[in-house]
């Protein structure tokens, strides 16, 4: 498995570093840092801090994304799914989680809320044309396939 190396920075004494759960996982778990618990109503959203600040180095963006566990038994999710914290971004890392549930959800400091996963990135050089090479799909947009039940 590739390894990079990213630096880290507590913002705050009490921020805690985020961490691979199993040996295989793919997103490092990061935690919430508050002064005091937040309330979650459903259809609100709300930015969390971590009190982390990161070094991505050049090529490579860190995805923000939701934890399966709070999506499902809770309904909590992100809004900006997923998230990208560029290489050149050294301040906070917030994340902006909504709660599509049916209660009231509360974050306490240290609770797990996202997962973070190293990606590598690659930019494009655009170029104006005036026609487009042809394709089998050409235009055909959302649904064009049409729809499949089992």
Sequence with gaps: MQKTQ???????????????????????????LLEQSLFLEPGQRCLVPTGL?????????I????RSGLAIKHGIALVNSPGTI????????SIILINHGLESFTINSGDRIAQLVVAP??????????????????????????????
């Design 53 to 61: 600040a990161f070094a991505i180095p050049a090529g490579y963006e």
């Design 86 to 93: 560029d290489a050149d971004y050294r301040g906070e890392v």
């Design 63 to 66: 995805q923000v994304r939701p």
């Design 121 to 150: 990135v690659s930019q494009a050089d655009l170029v104006e044309v005036s026609e487009l090479s042809d394709t089998k799909r050409g235009v055909g947009g959302f649904g064009h396939t049409g729809e499949t039940h089992g």
């Design 6 to 32: 990213i630096e880290i920075k507590k913002l705050h004494p009490d921020a805690i570093f985020p961490e691979y759960m199993t040996e295989l996982a793919a997103g490092l778990d990061i935690c919430a």
